[in-house]
């Protein structure tokens, strides 16, 4: 059985074939730039592998509830291009096999549970520092989900008194992904 393999993240979408066991026969990484012309892109890689499934790891955030009605939707992004936009239902649509999402952090918080370091243990914290701050949390076995996903990037921090600006988010100017992230520090 080949299986489809998407990590959706914010600087680049890696799409990757392989098998059951985890073994990964083929990758390849594609600039994430706007979804008019990313997807079309992931369409295109996808379309000619016979894959049976297709796991998606989405930057967020990301709607991971399947009962919503914006389920695979982008929610309200700091990338301003995808905010709402129904990205697992324009997979869907064309490439019609099953899916399954979360989020980026989540998806590498589960592949280290399944064949990493944290392999045997029963409750995992992921953090990730890049393009945007995520958080991934597996306790028990179980990847963790409330109202969306675990938005650690998004806790607010007090902001040193020599710093009138602030972080670059734009939804929070004190948070730990508006001070930490790869564009914040770039911008700093």
């Known amino acids: ?51 049976e499934a297709l796991g998606v790891a989405a930057f967020g955030p990301v709607d991971v509830k399947p009962d919503s009605e914006t389920y695979g939707y ?4 700091p990338k ?8 697992l239902g324009r997979l ?9 999402l979360d989020t980026d952090v989540n998806g590498s918080c589960l592949g280290e549970v399944t064949y990493g370091c944290a392999k045997g243990l029963d409750s995992v914290i992921y953090i990730t520092i890049g393009t945007g701050v995520g958080v991934g949390v597996c306790i028990n076995g179980t990847l963790l989900h409330g109202m969306l996903h675990p938005e650690g990037g998004h806790i607010l921090l007090a902001r ?17 992904e508006g001070f930490a992230s790869g564009p914040s520090i770039e911008a700093r």
């Open 74 to 77: 982008i929610l309200d992004t």
């Open 160 to 176: 040193h008194e020599d710093d009138p600006k602030g972080g670059i988010c734009p939804y929070h100017k004190n948070c730990l």
């Open 92 to 100: 869907k649509e064309k490439l019609k096999v099953p899916m399954g």
């Open 1 to 51: 059985m080949l299986i489809g393999a998407l990590e959706a993240g914010g600087t680049k979408m890696v799409c990757a074939i392989g098998k059951e066991d985890g073994t990964i026969l083929e990758q390849v990484s594609i600039p994430t730039t706007t979804p008019e012309e990313t997807i079309p892109k992931l369409i295109e890689y996808f379309k000619d592998k016979e894959i």
């Open 80 to 87: 301003l291009a995808w905010r709402h936009k129904d990205f």
